[in-house]
């Protein structure tokens, strides 16, 4: 699928097998798209019929990546898909321009990074204020994650994000190994948190931490948890540095009471 002009809307589309990228929004008129509960690299109908099925039992892998947004093309909104077994990246920015917003989609085992700003693999977190003007998305810094527990269902994720003053969301995912980069894809969506940095001087970078409680169906015990950041204006970073969910037994954090008579 190929657009490159304005408020295209994408939808409920299986897009796999192709010999390229699956999906290419590309120019700078390609604008306002709404990209949304597409099948990308995966069968229109998977069914495990008689399980344990292989873990590529749903794949129909496209040979580039999953979705590609370049030559410019800015102001699009990309979520709520299926994207996976691809031989490329997830979602790759190589000149995209800025506010490319990400939500919601399911990535895991592509070839690539589940996200990749500018197409050269992980970025470095540095002072993105002074990212040139019209980068893809703005290449905003990922958040940090230093720890992830709690109970079997339930728990927080700790960690910072360091970037320009401005309102932040942060989505957080869980898979069951982590991408061989270490900076995640993300399969499974366990939700996501506000933060707000308001402590960056003129062209500097400030920064804020956060602790967020994050949950699912389904033990979370020894999954790989990752997070991207989005901005405001919807500039959504890559994945940080995934950090493994580990359980805490919070009934005797603090050890036990001496024992009276």
């Known amino acids: 699928i190929y657009a490159s002009s304005l408020s295209n809307n994408i939808h409920d589309n299986t897009v796999s097998g192709n010999l390229g990228a699956a999906i290419r929004i590309e120019g700078a008129n390609a604008a306002a798209n709404s990209i949304s509960f597409n099948r990308i690299g995966l069968k229109s109908l998977s069914l495990c019929l008689f399980p344990p099925c292989a873990p590529d039992y749903d794949a129909l892998a496209n040979a580039g990546d999953g979705m590609r947004l370049a030559n410019g093309a800015a102001g699009n909104n990309i979520s709520a898909n299926d994207i996976a077994w691809n031989g490329g990246d997830g979602i790759s920015l190589p000149d995209a321009g800025p506010q490319n917003a990400i939500s919601e989609n399911s990535m895991h085992d592509n070839a690539g990074l589940g996200i990749d700003l500018g197409a050269d693999g992980v970025n470095t977190n540095d002072n993105d204020a002074t990212a040139p003007a019209g980068s893809p998305n703005r290449l905003l810094n990922f958040p940090v994650v230093t720890s992830a527990g709690g109970n079997a269902l339930a728990g927080t994720a700790r960690g910072y994000l360091q970037s320009t003053n401005g309102h932040y969301t942060l989505e957080f995912y869980a898979d069951v190994s982590p991408h061989p980069s270490l900076h995640g894809e993300g399969r499974t969506y366990l939700g996501s948190g506000e933060i707000d940095i308001t402590n960056a001087p003129a062209e500097q970078n400030g920064s804020n931490a ?52």
Do not use: H, M, W
């Open 210 to 261: 956060f602790a967020i409680p994050i949950n699912y169906t389904t033990s979370l015990v020894g999954k790989s948890i990752s997070v991207f950041a989005r901005d405001g204006v919807g500039n959504t970073s890559e994945f940080g540095l995934r950090t493994i969910y580990v359980f805490q037994d919070t009934i005797f954090a603090n050890g036990f009471e001496p024992f009276a008579e």
